[in-house]
Each structure stands twice: as structure tokens, then as C-alpha cells.
């Protein structure tokens, strides 16, 4: 069936959102209590709920897959469409009820919804004991501290510094073979339907060597494909000459990262997510086809087709731009697979503005799309200053028409493939 056929990007799995993430006991350190963390989200959520789980490994936590057994119950949340925060409240709801069978239980709310929803989850719910936003887990032993001395905890404080660049994460539910490693945080764009920049802060880049140190050591563990996350990969930055950054190393910029990371060993692969158009430079796309082993694939979203949609979304490029990206992308890395993502129904979005997405993926032939209907997010730009104003109906037949577009383009990009000889990773059965 064609809907088989397609290529996953792995950065946003439908399959994992509500995961239970489970680690081997750290040796030694037995505290006796059990946690139990669940995630939502994107891939950088997964990942900080490894660097959770080492946080409170070193505290002597043991994991659980089954939450009925937990003294700690974490939840790792997403704001970045209604839905999504739908879920979590649904999911709390059962986790009340645990609680009341256990009153010493302890639920904690953490990552995206934390900002936003912390005084409703606290004070109104009464659902939950702590609540701790993405750049405060290092003070999550003392925060669980305070609950077991029967006060609520909130830690919701945004850092310009956090990196988490000295804690090695423990992989939780680990195939062994692929990782993602967190390269920066947060987020300085600003486009006008998204919450990130407010939920996660300002954009940071993490110190290169502590990165190349972690992709090494995942290597030598055995793992063979590492994926590089950051809301905007491309303009990773790191410049010794600039106060808090010091290092080893001189300035780093993405490109340069990539060899850094491409040059541990040939065996290793690496991918990266997410590339912004207005940032990613021919320097990047020269090293991706210079190095064997840096997959040819490229997350670059588009949102829309419409340069005066793009503009309203303050994406900072235009129709124009974005397909000069494409053709750069088609020149120098020839046979590179590309996904994107899109939203429908963005405010006061015309049909013929939508017949423009719908040829944009004409003229790209993605490999693979996120597709989504536009979910007004309370205190971003764009809820501030435009009417969400297509209806849901109006929304909902725009994304079929997208779905079945990317159906058909997924199933010739796979098409092209037939024949062909292709060096594969096994990853499982
Ligand atoms: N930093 C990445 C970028 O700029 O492309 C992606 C970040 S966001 C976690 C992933 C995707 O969610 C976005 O590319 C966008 O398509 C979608 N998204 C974000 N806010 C949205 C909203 N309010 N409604 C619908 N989709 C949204
Ligand atoms: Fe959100 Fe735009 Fe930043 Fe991506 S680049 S996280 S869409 S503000």
C-alpha cells in the first residue's frame, strides 16, 4: 500500500508520542524509588528526558515502564498545536487517579507546557507537584526535595547558557544503533505561529568538543548513526571571542560541525534536524556531498508557498528564495532527499494562496511532509496581531488535498528508487 512506502523522518515519530522511556538501573546507587517519564513531542524532547533520566540516575532513580509502579511520575510535554496539549491533560486525568491510590506518589509536569500552564496545573488542577520548564532539570533532585517536604515545586526559569553540555545522557529505549545529540537549544526566530521561542528561549549553541566527545563515545558503544538536533541547525554558532564561550576550539559554524562530527569515523552516519531556508549556506550543502557518511537528506520546511503567507508567518524568505534553497540542494547534492513541513489555513490564507503550497510540492517532489492545520497558539506573534479566520473545514480540506499530493510524490520519489544499489544500515528486525 503506497501510505507504507513512506520515508520516516525520525525527528517527530507519531509512533513514540506518549512513550514510556525506560533505562537500566544506574550500578550501585540504588535510592529505592522508582521513575516513570513519559514524552511528547518532538525528538528534542525525547532527548531532554534522557538528560532527565541521567539527572536522576545519579540520584539513584530506577525507571519503570509501567507508571502503577512509579514514586515519580514525569510527563514531557509539547505546546506546539493544540492537540498536542490536549493529550497531556488526558493523560494527567489517569494519573490523578493513581495518586489517589498512592498519595505519596509525585506528578511532575516538564518541558513545553510547563511556562504557560504552570499556576492552572499547580493551583487549579491541583493535579501536580512540580513543575519544571526545559532549562532547569539540573534542579530537579532539590525541587523533588521540596515535594517530599510537602510544598509544591516550580522551576520554570529560561536560560540564555543551559546546553546540559557536560551531562551524558542515558539512552532510554535505545535501538544501540541510532542517537540523537542535542547541538543547541531554543530558539530565536520568531516566526508568528510558533511557540518555541517563548516555551524554550533563546537560541544557544552547545560547546563543539563536548558534542564530538558524545558522538565518539556513542560510537565506541556501538551506535552507527547519530542524528544532530536543533530547532535551526544552521545557524549553530560557537565563537570563543564571545563572552561564555570558551573552548579548546576556535569558531565553529555548522559546516564546520559536520566534518567535526563526519570525521570520527567513516562508519558512523550522520543526519541532522531541522534546517531553516533562509539559513542553511552552500557551505553546508559542499560538505554534506563532500562527506560520504553525512546523509543525503535535508528537513528544510516550507510552511507555505506564498510569499505573502511566508511573510505574514515572518519566515524571513520568500516563494523565491526557498526554490533557489531547492535548486542549490538539486545542484551540489544531486539524488538528496528533502521533507518539509507544511501548515494549512494559516490566517486570512486564500485559495489561490493554497493552490501555491499545492506547487510548490509540485515543483519539490518531497520525499516526505509533517502536514498540519494551523493551531492558534495563545501569545505568539501571530495571535496577537492576525483573525484566525479559516475555518476548520476550510483548514481540514486544504491538509486532504496536501496529504494526498504528498502521497502521490512519496510514491514516485520511492518509484526511483526501484533498482537502484543502496548501502544500508540495519537498525532492527
Ligand atoms: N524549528 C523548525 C522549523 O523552523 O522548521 C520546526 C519547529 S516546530 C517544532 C515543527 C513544526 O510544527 C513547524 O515546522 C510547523 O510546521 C509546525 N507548527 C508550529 N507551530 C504550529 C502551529 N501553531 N500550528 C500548526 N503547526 C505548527
Ligand atoms: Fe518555531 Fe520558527 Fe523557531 Fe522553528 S524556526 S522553532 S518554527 S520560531
Redesign the pocket.
Known amino acids: 500500500m503506497m501510505m507504507d512506502l513512506v520515508i520516516q523522518d525520525k525527528t ?1 515519530d507519531e509512533s513514540r508520542q506518549g512513550e514510556a522511556l525506560i533505562l537500566e538501573p544506574a550500578n550501585g546507587k540504588n535510592s529505592g524509588r522508582k521513575l516513570y517519564i513519559e514524552s511528547y ?2 525528538a528534542m524532547n525525547f532527548s531532554d528526558s534522557e538528560i532527565v533520566a541521567s539527572i536522576l540516575s545519579d540520584q539513584g532513580f530506577e525507571t519503570t515502564a509501567d507508571y502503577n509502579m512509579a514514586d515519580v511520575i514525569f510527563i514531557n510535554t509539547c505546546s ?2 493544540e492537540n498536542a496539549e490536549q493529550r497531556v491533560r488526558n493523560r494527567l486525568r489517569e494519573f490523578t487517579i493513581a495518586k489517589v491510590r498512592k498519595p505519596d506518589l509525585i506528578v511532575g509536569v516538564l518541558g513545553c507546557m510547563a511556562e504557560r500552564l504552570k499556576s492552572k496545573f499547580l493551583e487549579e488542577e491541583k493535579l501536580v507537584d512540580v513543575v519544571v520548564g526545559p532549562d532547569a532539570y539540573r534542579d530537579l533532585p532539590s525541587l523533588i526535595g521540596r515535594v517530599d517536604d510537602g510544598q509544591k515545586a516550580v522551576n520554570v526559569l529560561l536560560s540564555r547558557e543551559e546546553t546540559y553540555a557536560d551531562i551524558s545522557p542515558v539512552r532510554l529505549n535505545s535501538n544501540g544503533i541510532n542517537a540523537f545529540v542535542s547541538i543547541m537549544r531554543g ?1 530565536d ?1 520568531m ?1 508568528s ?4 521561542p517563548f516555551t524554550r528561549g533563546r537560541e544557544r549553541s552547545r560547546e563543539p568538543l563536548s558534542i564530538i566527545k558524545e558522538c565518539t563515545d556513542l560510537f565506541n558503544r556501538g551506535y552507527r548513526e547519530v542524528t544532530l538536533l536543533g ?2 541547525v544552521d545557524s549553530y554558532k560557537w565563537n570563543p571571542e564571545i563572552e561564555g564561550q570558551e573552548s579548546e576550539v576556535g569558531k565553529v559554524n555548522f559546516a564546520n560541525l559536520l566534518e567535526m562530527v563526519a570525521a570520527i569515523h567513516p562508519d558512523l552516519r550522520v543526519r541532522f534536524s ?1 534546517s ?1 531556508p533562509k539559513d542553511i549556506t552552500d557551505e553546508v550543502l559542499y560538505m554534506i556531498a563532500k562527506h560520504e557518511n553525512i546523509c543525503n537528506y535535508i528537513h528544510l ?1 516550507v ?1 507555505s508557498g506564498n510569499s505573502r503567507v511566508l511573510e505574514m508567518m515572518n519566515r524571513t524568505y520568500d516563494r523565491e528564495w526557498y526554490i533557489n534553497r531547492i535548486d542549490a540542494i538539486r545542484r551540489i547534492i544531486p539524488g538528496c532527499a528533502i521533507s518539509t ?3 494549512t489555513g494559516f490566517c486570512s490564507e486564500t485559495d489561490e494562496e493554497h493552490q501555491d503550497t499545492l506547487s510548490m510540492m509540485d515543483y519539490v517532489q518531497y520525499d516526505f511532509a ?1 502536514m ?6 495563545p501569545g ?1 506573534l501571530a495571535a496577537k496581531r492576525y483573525a484566525d479566520d479559516i475555518s476548520d473545514a476550510v483548514k481540514s480540506s486544504r491538509l486532504k488535498e496536501v496529504v494526498a499530493k504528498q502521497q502521490q510524490h512519496s510514491y514516485i520519489r520511492l518509484q526511483a528508487q526501484l533498482g537502484k544499489v543502496q548501502k544500508v544500515l540495519i537498525e532492527g528486525f
Open positions: 517527530h513531542g518532538c506546539i498545536r530558539c526566530n516566526c505561529f510558533c511557540v518555541v530547532q535551526n531541522t531553516h520546511p510552511q513541513d507544511i501548515i509533517y498540519f492545520m494551523y493551531s492558534e497558539r505568539t
